[in-house]
């Protein structure tokens, strides 16, 4: 046997107590190159650490893409752009970067059924993962149902403290299926106390001035759209033929404090 084989055993052997299972899979074939090449000792510990740190990279991004529960993995580079007329390409892409969510800022897609929100939604989240952010999406149906469900089972407070602390929540289909009054009050409250505090991607076939058929109450609405205007980008996605709804776009700002922000 080889001083080479040799070292390469103990290396092997010591990865198995270390639990560092990417260099012991890797040490034997780094070895050999590098006897080949003529590497120096620093330069083979960096190529095994190299591996070792990208193979965790590449299983964090996997438990969290699971954990995200996306209902696929559509990516940007894979958005059909003629699907969404009038939509600023440059600044979803920028979007992608991901500086709105260390920032809590919220993006908002609005537009008729079938012109890429959901998979833009979707896209987001994935930039969001690569970029070491959890994310969770729900259909906003789905989650009313959930809260719901906690609600009934005593642990609501859990679940809200949950959606609370995740970097991204994306709310598909906000306004697709109309909900009882106490539904809309609790996807309020989740909504509003992510205010300043978490990221959030919320995308809706309906105007802004629809919203209140969502959550019932106008003033909670109301409550809802002051803090989106405050964080928010606001994307309106058109098919062919289509306006973009003067009701849809983004909201202004305003300068007097609103009692219904309080």
Not at 135 to 164: C, G, H, I, N, P
Not at 245 to 253: D, G, I, S
């Amino acid at each position: 046997m080889s001083d080479t084989d040799i070292f390469v055993a103990a290396v092997r052997a010591h990865t198995r107590v270390l639990k560092l299972p990417t260099i012991g899979r890797e040490c034997d074939g780094l070895a050999r190159q590098s006897l080949a090449e003529g590497w120096s000792p620093l330069r083979y510990l960096r190529a095994l650490l190299d591996a070792e740190i990208a193979t965790r990279a590449e299983h964090a991004i996997e438990r969290r893409l699971r954990a995200a529960r996306l209902p696929a993995q559509k990516t940007l580079s894979q958005f059909d752009w003629r699907r969404a007329h009038g939509l600023e390409r440059s600044r979803v892409e920028d979007l992608g970067r991901c500086a709105w969510i260390p920032a809590a800022r919220n993006v908002v897609l609005l537009g008729p059924v079938g012109t890429g929100k959901t998979h833009l939604a979707t896209a987001l989240g994935i930039e969001a993962i690569k970029h070491g952010h959890h994310v969770v999406f729900y259909r906003a149906s789905d989650l009313v149902r959930a809260l719901t469900e906690a609600r009934d089972a005593r642990a609501l407070s859990r679940m809200q403290e949950k959606l609370r602390r995740v970097a991204l929540l994306i709310v598909d289909e906000l306004g697709f299926v109309p909900f009882e009054k106490a539904g809309g009050e609790m996807l309020f409250d989740v909504l509003s106390t992510r205010h300043e505090r978490g990221a959030t991607v919320i995308t809706s076939n309906l105007a802004f001035s629809e919203w209140n058929r969502v959550f019932v109450d106008d003033k909670l609405t109301a409550a809802l759209l002051d803090r989106l205007a405050q964080h928010a980008e606001v994307l309106v996605t058109r098919g062919p033929g289509d306006r973009t709804p003067t009701t849809a776009k983004r909201p202004e700002k305003k300068e007097d404090a609103s009692p219904l922000t309080a």
